[in-house]
């Protein structure tokens, strides 16, 4: 009975596994879609959100199902209900990529980016998708170390979201209030997908250590 | 047995409606200080974010200790755990206060509003501490007619959010491009602030029915 318990609470921690997987390449897809103004890549990305909702929803039923049949303590108790709030967090990261991918249908064939800024959301995309894959690793493995480092490369996404917002509000700014305000959302969806990747593998170090690494919503309010 | 575990249900649902109160008052003191540059204000919202999050974390608690000494199974359990997620929505909420009362803080002594959208923002949030407010009495009164309401005052917060942003993208807007970033940021707090109060009543309905109207986690992309 433990064993088939056990068995199962592996196939959740597949389930998240495919979820990181499939937002990454949502944000992966999104940003080409942004960076190269490609319609049908960003149609791609919003016809696929709903999949991602899908398994957010099959993750949790099978999270309550856990609960109500095996009625789980301690450590496996903190597991399931980690896998819930993981499960919202990544449900979560998929629906900003899906914002990325409508703002670049919605100013289509204009590219969202003016050239001074497209090289700030290229780093972005790379290091958040690369965040998603690492939350990905870190699942499957329980490596509290390796969720530890997360925080570096969310330093990495904070760093860039500051100056790319010294970038629109210096004077030398030649593109405009409508793209200022295209811009600043940009950087605050790709800021919190980030954030969002952080708490998932935050959530894997409170199930291995029982300790939470500080707040799992912290965000910066810029 | 049974009636002791009810009574702790009954104090979950305390705790929450008593985030519920706290978030309103956040919000309100947050709209205030932003309105009037008021910098005590702002500061009283900021250092009493922790509490917000204390609360949080003490239903939390409260929640998985249920989970692990009665294992509540159906309705019992859903409740339980939509608790979970209401408590997060609601720290959430605090935080998007905090980021309000922040950027009050940020500008002082000047004002961060120019004067054609600050009528906008009285109204986001007087509507956005109703939504709060609402939802607190729901939480008591798992009243589903009420839950389903908020899904107007929702779309009004959403109305006023879009209005705003023709506002800032007119080629009339003279108060530059800093301005026109602060006020959409301002504007998407709002209008998350205001998602999450009805995902919060959307779980209340969801104990009350056993079905989930909608997604929880819709919101406007703008």
Same mark, same amino acid.
Request: hydrophobic share 45%; with cysteine; aromatic share 4%.
């Given at each position: 009975m433990r064993e088939a318990y056990h068995s199962e609470l592996g196939?959740?921690?597949? =389930?998240?596994?495919a979820m990181c997987s499939m937002v990454a390449? +949502?944000?992966?897809?999104?940003?080409? +879609?942004?960076?190269?103004?490609?319609?049908t890549i960003a149609e791609?990305?919003?016809?696929?959100? %709903?999949?991602? #909702?899908?398994?957010?929803?099959?993750?949790?039923?099978?999270?309550?199902?856990l609960l109500a049949l095996q009625a789980p303590v301690a450590t496996d108790l903190r597991t399931v209900l !980690?896998?819930?709030?993981?499960?919202?967090?990544l %449900?979560?990261?998929?629906?900003?990529?899906?914002?990325?991918?409508?703002?670049?249908?919605?100013?289509?064939?204009?590219?969202?980016?003016?050239?001074?800024?497209? $090289?700030?959301?290229?780093?972005l995309g790379r290091v958040t998708v690369q965040l +998603?894959?690492?939350? %990905?690793?870190?699942?499957?493995? =329980? #490596?509290?170390? +390796?969720?530890?480092?997360l925080e570096d490369d969310d330093d990495v996404v904070d760093d860039l979201h500051r100056h790319l917002f010294t970038v629109i509000m210096d004077k030398e700014w030649q593109h405009g209030v409508p793209s !200022?305000?295209?811009?600043?959302?940009? $950087?605050?969806?790709?800021?919190?997908?980030? #954030?969002?990747?952080?708490?998932?593998?935050k959530r894997v170090v409170f199930v291995v250590t029982g300790r939470m690494p500080g707040s799992v919503s912290e965000d910066d309010d810029l």
């Open positions: 196939v959740l921690a597949d =389930q998240l596994a390449e +949502a944000m992966e897809l999104a940003t080409r +879609a942004l960076l190269d103004a490609n319609l791609q990305v919003i016809s696929g959100d %709903e999949k991602i #909702d899908d398994a957010r929803s099959a993750c949790e039923e099978h999270a309550y199902s !980690a896998a819930i709030h993981a499960a919202e967090s %449900e979560r990261m998929g629906d900003l990529a899906l914002h990325v991918a409508k703002a670049a249908r919605r100013r289509h064939p204009a590219p969202v980016l003016p050239d001074d800024v497209r $090289g700030y959301f290229a780093e +998603a894959r690492k939350a %990905e690793v870190i699942i499957r493995t =329980q #490596d509290v170390e +390796a969720a530890r480092a !200022a305000v295209d811009v600043t959302l940009l $950087g605050r969806f790709y800021e919190r997908y980030a #954030d969002h990747a952080v708490s998932v593998a």
